[in-house]
Every structure is written in C-alpha cells, then in structure tokens.
C-alpha cells in the first residue's frame, strides 16, 4: 500500500534534457521544492544544485551516473540512496556511478537533511524518478518499433517488446530525452527488488582504502595557507591583550591577525600554524563567573527541585494518581557535556577576494552556513560559493558553522587563502558539546501497576525538542506529565548523535528495569504490557507505533536467548524509538575479575525495508558501540569555564578490547525506509546498565559508569 | 630550514623542513600525500600510522630529521592498486563508515601481520587496541584482520 503511492508534482519535480555530449540528463527534487522554469543543463559540468538536489545521467552506452551534493558524513547515504534510482531504473547496479555533483556553482543553497532522515525524505522521490525514467526509456523504444509501450518491459538496462526485439537503455536514450515526461509511473512491488535489500559495499571504498584526498583536511589550493587559531581558554573570556612577537619569529608563520577575541596565525604549513599558535602570548579577561562542573551541578538540581517547569505534555491527573499511590518510586539521572570528537578535526578552506568567496569543508548546513558567512563578512549570496568535501565523521558537530565562520573571517582580513585547521586540542575546548543533562523521573504505583509518571528535564541552554515529549511511555500511562526546564550557560551546546534521546532513554530504560524489579515482573514484558495500552493511530502526537515496537521487542527476545542464556551470562534490556525506528536490544555481560565485560549486545530493529544491509548493519553497530563507549568513559567536566580535558591522552573514547560483539537483527516488513545513523545509540546505555544491575546488583544513575565500578572485586 | 632526503614508498624525496617539523605534517604538506591522517598529534589515536622499515609508528610525534634512515610506506604505498591483502579485506567486510581513521588502522594491521601472519582473537584485539575508530568500526576491523590473515596464510 504505502509504497505505491505517488503525491509528486511531476511537472516541478523532474525535468529532462539532452547532453550536449549525447545522452540524458534528469533533474530531480529530492525534497521537493522545485522552482517552476527550471531545466536541466546540456553540460554536466553546469549542474545546478539550486535548481534540482540531484541529477541522473543516463550515457549512451547505457551506463547511469547519479550526481548527488548530498554530504557523506559516514552514514552511507551516498550508497544507499543512489541503489534506490537504481532500483526503479532497474540498471545492473555495476553500470552505475555515483559522483558528487559538482559543487561550485552559484547561490549554492540547498538544504540539507540531518543523518537519519534523508533516506526517509527521499524515498518516494528517488523512486519517482528511477521509475520515471525508465518509462520514458520504454515510451522511446515504442515510438522506434511502432508499438504500444504498454507491451513493453525493462529490466537490467535491456527493454523488450512482445516480438522479442531488444534495445539497450543506451540505444534509445537521447529520443528519451525529447519525451514529455510522463504522469502516473507504476512503482515495483518490494518482493521484485533486486538491488534494495541486497549488500552493497560503500561506493569510496577504493579511494578511501587507498588513501585518496577525499576531506576537508585533504583540500588544498594554490598558495594556500594553513591557519591556527588561539581562542579564550575558557569560555566566558575576552581577549585582553596579545604579542605575537615570538609567533613572529617561527619560520613558516607569515601573518598574525586578530579577530574578534581571538588570533589566528597563518603560516606556509600546518606545523609552523600550530607551533605560532603555542607561541602566542595572550591576556585573557572576564567580567562573568567563569562556570565549573559543581556550579551546573547546582543549578540542574535547582531546576528539577521547582514547582512547575514548561509543561510538555499532560495527560490526565497525575496529581491525584500520585497521592492516591501505594508506592512512589523517584529517581535522578545525572550525564555530563560530551564533545563530538569527530575522527576528523574540525577544518574549513576559504579564499575571500574582490571577485568572490570560496569555501570547501566539510560541513552538514552548507545553506545557513553560506548565508552566515555573507552576513558576516559583509557580501551578497550570490558571491558565496560553498563546496562540501566527505566528513570524517559529523554526531552532530558539522552542523554548527563556526569553523567557516572564523575561516572566512580570517581570509577576508588576511586577503589570502588559507585552510582553518584545528588541532584535537582546539576540537574538544572549542566545542559546541551534548548538554549536561539531568531527568528526574517518578512514577505512582497502585495495585501492582504504574498509575502515573511524571517526568523532568533539566538541561544546560536548551530542551527536548519536537515530539520527543510524546515518545514512549506517552501514551501507554493514563496520567502523564514531561516538564523541562534550562539553565543558559557560556558554554556552547548543541546536537550530539541522537540528541535528548541519548540520555533521555538512558534514564527512562534504566527506570522502567527498577519498575520491574520492584513489580517483579520481567522488564521486557512490563513494555509489552505497557503496549498494550496504546492504540496506534489515537494520539497523533505518538509517532511510535505500540505495534511495531512490540513485534521489534519480541524478535530481540528471542535472538538474544534472553533470561535463558548460559550461566555466568548477565543480561540487561532497553527498548527505544527514536528518529522514526523502533529499537530493542539486548546486551550480555559476563564477570571478569567481579568486573563486568560486555560481551555481546543483540539488537532487533524496525526501519522498514532495509535498502542496503551491510550499510544499515554498520551504521547499527557503529551507534550502538558509541553509545556504550560514552557511557562507559564520556567523562567532560569543566573548570574555571576550561575543559578539564583536551585531547585523548586523558579523554577516553572506547577502543578494540573493550567493544562487544553487535548481532543486529531486522524486523522485515515492506513499510518505508527510516534513519539508522542514530537510533541504535539511544538503547545500548540502557540495556547496559540494566545489564550491570543484573551482574552486580548495582544500579548505576549517572554516565559515566567506568570510575563507579572501580571498586567492584572478585 | 633543513633539506632532508627520505625514502618513501619506494622513492627519494627531498624536503625542505624545519627539524622538529613531524613526519606526518612533511607528509601531508610538503608531499601532498593525504592518506596518512592528523587525529590527534599526540600518538594516542593512531591516525597518522605509517611504516618505517615495516614497522608501524605513529607519524604525528616523529620529527623529520630522525626519519632518513628508514624505508617509509604510507597508505598510498601499501600496495600498487589497492589489492594488498589488508586492502581486499576492508573491502570485502566493508569495513569504513566516514572512512577517516581506516588508512591509519589498514598500516597497523598490515604491519602486525607481517610479525604474526597467523594470529587468534585475542592477538588482533591487542594489536588493534591502540587504533581509535569515532565511528565504532571495531567489530568489521576485528573481522577484516582476520580475513586478511587467512588471505596472507
Ligand atoms: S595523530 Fe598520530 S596518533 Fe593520533
Ligand atoms: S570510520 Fe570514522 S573514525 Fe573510523
């Protein structure tokens, strides 16, 4: 049902025209918001992502290059997406190419979708426009063998006639391309796939095994400097003061320039940028309180002991149910600022001259970035030319712009070019972090059931946001309450891999094991008990479907033997939904030494048809891991308004040993895609923890759990 | 500035440095050879992982000027076209996610390989241990090891 039906606009949302070079090109909406005149262009250099997000070209020898702008930040949207065009066009996936547009172009302006939702944006466009070309191909063999097309089929690049007469995609494509493009394209049935559903290895695979430049760090560019930059040590300081004399003096640096409160050194390479950083000499100032870990501490706790905070959603009378209760169970959950750590250090290049502004980096919002950057520098739009290179990894990080801010602040003032590099040090004291975060939960319990739970989320600078108030339990307890409440802080926050989410199902998994423990019932079945309650569809704020999690919590039931492992096996569950997938899993410990070793973690997952299983199980395993290792070690505090760690020498980020095995398993169904980069995260500290309580009898609270198991012995 | 000659990837190069400047920076900036990644620039991440004469060290804490002795091999010398055993694993597993950290975890693995081409577990955990990936490739880097040791036997 869902798959076939077709809400486009086909007149705004593709358009086709011949290569100057022979040919077809199609341009396409990914997301839908076509200007009425547009065209494609006959030259493919010309591409014009303003225009169009993504284009097919379709060669006449048959081979299909997919252009997409579309960034790679490592979640293998650029593999899975272009498999689904494929698929529609019904190509052998090995004649095609996915390229990535090109990126100079004018008044670069497109949006881009966070991670995990650009598969769910751009299903039914992608399979509008596969299939739509393949039907004009069809339309243009007809007209050449004077036949009706509806006699016609296509399949692996080769279209039939009833005759048996044969004709390449190749053969008939430049015809094809002077059609009128048609209105109602049928769509294959998920059971006729040949390409979704199946693995396909990361299309820069070769580049990136054989260490070609790919990222913003690889970009270089004629005479080209390499910029470092000293910023306030901590946040809430002003410059006061600086000589650069000894910066001066370092072979390589050639000039030091000051911007805002901070000072940037450009030298002829990356070694001689950082070495005049060092050397710099800098008074700094402050006319605030200079904010430390104890301090927010304070304040989160100030939050949560109010009255009432911004109320999200209420259901019922939770009031009343919590002083009818025979029992009132209350906790608080406590996690630290997180920076994001990218692998790749955050970079920008920026060349800002009479004539124009060029900027390449890597960077998730190279719309509002482009159009901060004019703002700032004092240019219009239309001189802004952005490109985006592959990220080395982004968990929310690259959405900020502030490195092409200051990179191109300081190449407007410098009038040269020069490449912002920061170092690991730069990157983890410079960071716009994961809020420190504490929820207080409570529940009414009455007759061996929850009658009511109340929920409360103190954060640093800003709240939940969206429907997350709505996510499960919502909905499954009649008398309901999520209030939250922010404490504005100088330090820079923003979104981290699943943000709220990550910790918000932390606490709430970790509360609902207790619950159980404390009904004696199993904690997989107080969820599915409390499934019961909903009913899919009543509440439209509830985006989780009581259905769907129920099937994804029983499939990681059985998958995970759970409560009938072998013995010396310690297991702990969680469930979550979150960026539109239904999430269970199931982490097994053992004890070595009286310490637990995470041994294996069982995952089941509803996210619709999986279009490329390799690709959605390394994105599974990755987050999951990710969310383990941050919960485990992900230790940020601060002092002063100074990071009390800079580099990873003493920041610790999980590595080899300490990861367990992911076993990921789906839920098959024929529903629409959904994103993957993040929901496997937002479980795994959950499932963990109730994993350590199992083995230790030890209920952790707060993240991380590494330094309060220090003591635990043998 | 000091001339050094080195030898990398099978070649002589002459660069222009200073001689603190580390081997990873003359890699990246004087020879435009990217593959060798920067992460932390304190040997702690293993980014920046080369071979010098075989063996893997962390490019991003070795001044220049200790460098000339050595057989040097990067990423981009590993192998002609990327079908070092190592490379056709990572393949095969499909190993990378943003693919950053890979360059520097395929030259420790290849360089552990060599000094024990028939390892168990345990043995690639260790050998592994000191590559940080962010984007928590571990279990396919586990896998790929493997599958390049049976690959290499
Ligand atoms: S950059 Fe050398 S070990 Fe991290
Ligand atoms: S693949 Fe991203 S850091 Fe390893």
Redesign the pocket.
């Given at each position: 049902m869902e798959n076939k039906k077709i809400a486009f606009n086909r007149r705004d949302f593709i358009r086709t025209s011949t290569l100057a070079s022979g040919g077809l090109l199609i341009g396409f909406n990914l997301f839908n918001s076509c200007k009425e005149a547009a065209t494609p262009p006959v030259d493919v250099s010309k591409l014009n992502f303003n225009d169009f997000n993504a284009f097919i070209k379709i060669a006449d020898n048959g081979y299909v290059t997919i252009f997409s702008p579309n960034p790679e930040i490592g979640q293998g949207v650029k593999t899975s997406m272009p498999m689904i065009i494929a698929e529609e066009l019904d190509v052998p996936w090995e004649h095609v190419t996915v390229a990535q547009g090109a990126l100079d172009t004018k008044n670069f302006t497109r949006q881009v979708a966070g991670g995990s939702q650009s598969i769910r944006f751009g299903w039914d466009a992608l399979r509008q426009t596969g299939a739509t070309a393949k039907q004009m191909l069809i339309n243009a063999a007809a007209i050449k063998w004077n036949v009706d097309p509806a006699t016609c089929t296509a399949s692996k690049g080769i279209i039939k006639n009833a005759n048996g007469d044969t004709l390449g995609y190749g053969d008939v494509v430049n015809e094809a391309a002077s059609l009128k493009v048609p209105e109602n394209v049928i769509l294959k049935e998920p059971k006729d796939y040949s390409i979704i559903g199946k693995d396909a290895i990361n299309v820069d695979i070769d580049k990136i095994i054989t260490g070609k430049p790919l990222y913003g760090l690889d970009y270089t560019a004629d005479n080209m400097l390499i910029a470092s930059v000293l910023r306030p040590p901590a946040f809430g300081q002003k410059l006061e003061n600086y000589d650069a004399t000894k910066a001066k003096n370092i072979t390589g640096v050639s000039d030091v320039i000051k911007f805002g409160d901070k000072i940037a050194v450009l030298a002829s390479n990356t070694w001689a940028a950082m070495k005049g950083k060092k050397a710099l000499e800098a008074k700094w100032t402050s006319d605030t309180e200079l904010e430390s870990t104890a301090f927010h501490e304070e304040k989160l706790n100030e939050i949560l002991d109010k009255k009432t905070l911004d109320i999200r959603r209420e259901d019922g009378n939770v009031d009343q149910a919590f002083a009818e209760a025979d029992t009132v169970i209350e906790r608080t959950y406590d996690s630290p600022f997180l920076p994001h750590n990218c692998m790749e250090p955050m970079n920008f290049y920026a060349n800002v001259t009479e004539e124009k502004v060029h900027l390449v980096g890597p960077i998730q919002t190279p719309a509002g970035t482009a159009n901060r950057i004019a703002n700032l520098i004092n240019r219009k739009k239309e001189e802004i030319h952005l490109e985006m290179t592959r990220m080395g990894g982004g968990f929310g990080r690259r959405l900020y712009g502030d490195f092409a801010l200051e990179a191109a602040e300081i190449s407007d003032k410098a009038k040269k070019p020069i490449k912002l590099v920061f170092s690991r040090e730069d990157d983890m004291s410079a960071g716009i972090y994961r809020p420190a975060i504490k929820y207080r939960i409570k529940a009414a319990i009455k007759e061996g059931k929850i009658t009511a739970y109340h929920l409360k989320e103190a954060a640093i600078n800003s709240n939940m946001y969206g429907l997350i108030p709505n996510f499960f339990p919502a909905g499954a307890i009649s008398n309901y309450k999520v209030e939250t409440g922010n404490y504005k802080s100088a330090i820079t926050t923003g979104a981290w891999r699943a943000p709220y989410t990550n910790f918000l199902a932390f606490a709430e998994q970790s509360f609902l094991d207790e619950i159980a423990e404390y009904l004696e019932i199993d904690p997989a079945q107080l969820r599915l008990d409390l499934l019961k309650n909903v009913k899919d569809g009543e509440d439209e704020r509830i985006q989780y479907s009581a259905k769907r999690m129920t099937d994804t919590i029983n499939l990681v039931i059985e998958k995970s033997n759970w409560k009938n492992t072998k013995s010396g096996v310690y297991q702990g569950f969680a469930a979550y939904y979150s960026h539109n997938t239904h999430v269970a899993e199931v982490v097994d410990i053992t004890l070595k030494n009286g310490k637990p070793a995470i041994e294996k973690v069982t995952v089941a997952v509803d996210c619709g048809i999986v279009v490329n299983p390799t690709g959605a199980k390394n994105q599974i395993e990755g987050g999951v891991i990710d969310g383990i290792g941050h919960a485990m070690y992900g230790d940020f505090s601060f002092k002063n308004g100074e990071p009390n760690d800079v580099n990873f020498h003493s920041y610790r980020l999980i590595r080899m040993k300490e990861t367990p095995i992911v076993e990921t398993h789906f839920v098959e169904n024929e529903l629409s895609p959904t994103g993957l980069g993040e929901p496997g995260l937002p479980p795994a500290s959950a499932a963990l923890a109730n994993a350590i309580k199992a083995a230790t009898n030890r209920r952790l609270y707060k993240q991380p759990f590494n330094n309060q198991l220090n003591d635990l012995k043998a | 500035m000091n001339s050094y000659v080195l030898k990398v990837n099978g070649k002589s190069v002459t660069v222009n440095a200073e001689e603190d400047t580390p081997l990873?920076w003359v890699l990246r900036d004087e020879l435009k050879l990217v593959g060798t990644?920067?992460?932390?620039?304190?040997?702690?991440?293993?980014?920046?992982?080369v071979h010098l004469d075989g063996i893997a060290s962390?490019?991003?804490?070795l001044p220049v000027s200790n460098c000339e002795d050595f057989e040097i091999t990067t990423i981009e010398g590993l192998s002609n076209d990327g079908t070092h055993p190592v490379q056709e694993a990572w393949k095969t597993i499909d190993v990378p996610q943003c693919g950053y950290c890979q360059a520097g975890q395929m030259m420790t693995a290849s360089s552990f390989l060599k000094q024990n081409p028939n390892p168990n577990a345990e043995e690639i955990r260790e050998a592994m241990h000191g590559n940080i990936c962010r984007c928590a490739s571990y279990n396919r880097i586990e896998k790929a090891v493997a599958l390049a040791a049976k690959k290499m036997s």
């Amino acid at each position: 049902m869902e798959n076939k039906k077709i809400a486009f606009n086909r007149r705004d949302f593709i358009r086709t025209s011949t290569l100057a070079s022979g040919g077809l090109l199609i341009g396409f909406n990914l997301f839908n918001s076509c200007k009425e005149a547009a065209t494609p262009p006959v030259d493919v250099s010309k591409l014009n992502f303003n225009d169009f997000n993504a284009f097919i070209k379709i060669a006449d020898n048959g081979y299909v290059t997919i252009f997409s702008p579309n960034p790679e930040i490592g979640q293998g949207v650029k593999t899975s997406m272009p498999m689904i065009i494929a698929e529609e066009l019904d190509v052998p996936w090995e004649h095609v190419t996915v390229a990535q547009g090109a990126l100079d172009t004018k008044n670069f302006t497109r949006q881009v979708a966070g991670g995990s939702q650009s598969i769910r944006f751009g299903w039914d466009a992608l399979r509008q426009t596969g299939a739509t070309a393949k039907q004009m191909l069809i339309n243009a063999a007809a007209i050449k063998w004077n036949v009706d097309p509806a006699t016609c089929t296509a399949s692996k690049g080769i279209i039939k006639n009833a005759n048996g007469d044969t004709l390449g995609y190749g053969d008939v494509v430049n015809e094809a391309a002077s059609l009128k493009v048609p209105e109602n394209v049928i769509l294959k049935e998920p059971k006729d796939y040949s390409i979704i559903g199946k693995d396909a290895i990361n299309v820069d695979i070769d580049k990136i095994i054989t260490g070609k430049p790919l990222y913003g760090l690889d970009y270089t560019a004629d005479n080209m400097l390499i910029a470092s930059v000293l910023r306030p040590p901590a946040f809430g300081q002003k410059l006061e003061n600086y000589d650069a004399t000894k910066a001066k003096n370092i072979t390589g640096v050639s000039d030091v320039i000051k911007f805002g409160d901070k000072i940037a050194v450009l030298a002829s390479n990356t070694w001689a940028a950082m070495k005049g950083k060092k050397a710099l000499e800098a008074k700094w100032t402050s006319d605030t309180e200079l904010e430390s870990t104890a301090f927010h501490e304070e304040k989160l706790n100030e939050i949560l002991d109010k009255k009432t905070l911004d109320i999200r959603r209420e259901d019922g009378n939770v009031d009343q149910a919590f002083a009818e209760a025979d029992t009132v169970i209350e906790r608080t959950y406590d996690s630290p600022f997180l920076p994001h750590n990218c692998m790749e250090p955050m970079n920008f290049y920026a060349n800002v001259t009479e004539e124009k502004v060029h900027l390449v980096g890597p960077i998730q919002t190279p719309a509002g970035t482009a159009n901060r950057i004019a703002n700032l520098i004092n240019r219009k739009k239309e001189e802004i030319h952005l490109e985006m290179t592959r990220m080395g990894g982004g968990f929310g990080r690259r959405l900020y712009g502030d490195f092409a801010l200051e990179a191109a602040e300081i190449s407007d003032k410098a009038k040269k070019p020069i490449k912002l590099v920061f170092s690991r040090e730069d990157d983890m004291s410079a960071g716009i972090y994961r809020p420190a975060i504490k929820y207080r939960i409570k529940a009414a319990i009455k007759e061996g059931k929850i009658t009511a739970y109340h929920l409360k989320e103190a954060a640093i600078n800003s709240n939940m946001y969206g429907l997350i108030p709505n996510f499960f339990p919502a909905g499954a307890i009649s008398n309901y309450k999520v209030e939250t409440g922010n404490y504005k802080s100088a330090i820079t926050t923003g979104a981290w891999r699943a943000p709220y989410t990550n910790f918000l199902a932390f606490a709430e998994q970790s509360f609902l094991d207790e619950i159980a423990e404390y009904l004696e019932i199993d904690p997989a079945q107080l969820r599915l008990d409390l499934l019961k309650n909903v009913k899919d569809g009543e509440d439209e704020r509830i985006q989780y479907s009581a259905k769907r999690m129920t099937d994804t919590i029983n499939l990681v039931i059985e998958k995970s033997n759970w409560k009938n492992t072998k013995s010396g096996v310690y297991q702990g569950f969680a469930a979550y939904y979150s960026h539109n997938t239904h999430v269970a899993e199931v982490v097994d410990i053992t004890l070595k030494n009286g310490k637990p070793a995470i041994e294996k973690v069982t995952v089941a997952v509803d996210c619709g048809i999986v279009v490329n299983p390799t690709g959605a199980k390394n994105q599974i395993e990755g987050g999951v891991i990710d969310g383990i290792g941050h919960a485990m070690y992900g230790d940020f505090s601060f002092k002063n308004g100074e990071p009390n760690d800079v580099n990873f020498h003493s920041y610790r980020l999980i590595r080899m040993k300490e990861t367990p095995i992911v076993e990921t398993h789906f839920v098959e169904n024929e529903l629409s895609p959904t994103g993957l980069g993040e929901p496997g995260l937002p479980p795994a500290s959950a499932a963990l923890a109730n994993a350590i309580k199992a083995a230790t009898n030890r209920r952790l609270y707060k993240q991380p759990f590494n330094n309060q198991l220090n003591d635990l012995k043998a | 500035m000091n001339s050094y000659v080195l030898k990398v990837n099978g070649k002589s190069v002459t660069v222009n440095a200073e001689e603190d400047t580390p081997l990873l920076w003359v890699l990246r900036d004087e020879l435009k050879l990217v593959g060798t990644k920067f992460g932390c620039g304190i040997a702690q991440c293993g980014a920046c992982t080369v071979h010098l004469d075989g063996i893997a060290s962390r490019s991003c804490v070795l001044p220049v000027s200790n460098c000339e002795d050595f057989e040097i091999t990067t990423i981009e010398g590993l192998s002609n076209d990327g079908t070092h055993p190592v490379q056709e694993a990572w393949k095969t597993i499909d190993v990378p996610q943003c693919g950053y950290c890979q360059a520097g975890q395929m030259m420790t693995a290849s360089s552990f390989l060599k000094q024990n081409p028939n390892p168990n577990a345990e043995e690639i955990r260790e050998a592994m241990h000191g590559n940080i990936c962010r984007c928590a490739s571990y279990n396919r880097i586990e896998k790929a090891v493997a599958l390049a040791a049976k690959k290499m036997s």
